[in-house]
């Protein structure tokens, strides 16, 4: 059964940054995009980062970009998710999401095309 688990979600003020780790198991992450949604009270999940399993693509939502970084380590399969500058708009429960790569690794993480999710993980920004 395959399962995905989140962790390094937390409270830190605006303008410190956080690392979420995400390990997978019961599947291969080799064929699959993984990534990072995120849902802020009141709003719809978003996509914030993905990474292709074929090539270094990489996709970021347009709030995120030149802040977050996004790396895989397929042999440990663990996906991390590097947050510096944060906002307060960033506050929001981050949930680990993989899929098989079928479509682009933005078609995927833009669509949610995703096969499974974990429970998420909270992160607070605020002074």
């Known amino acids: 059964q395959a399962h995905l688990v989140e962790s390094g979600g937390g409270l830190v003020q605006p303008g410190g940054s956080l690392r979420l780790s995400c390990v997978a198991s019961?599947?291969?992450?080799?064929?699959?995009?993984i990534g990072w949604f995120r849902q802020a009270p009141g709003k719809e999940h978003e996509g914030v980062s993905c990474a292709s399993s074929r090539n270094n693509s990489t996709y970021y939502a347009d709030p995120v970009k030149g802040r977050f970084t996004i790396s895989r380590d397929n042999a440990k399969s663990t996906v991390y998710l590097e947050m510096n500058t944060l906002k307060p708009e960033d506050t929001a429960v981050y949930y680990c999401?993989?899929?098989?790569?079928?479509?682009?690794?933005?078609?995927?993480?833009?669509?949610?095309?995703?096969?499974?999710w974990g429970k998420g993980t909270l992160v607070t920004v605020s002074s």
């Open positions: 019961g599947f291969t992450l080799d064929n699959h995009v």
């Open positions: 999401v993989a899929g098989i790569e079928i479509l682009s690794v933005q078609e995927m993480c833009v669509m949610h095309f995703m096969d499974y």
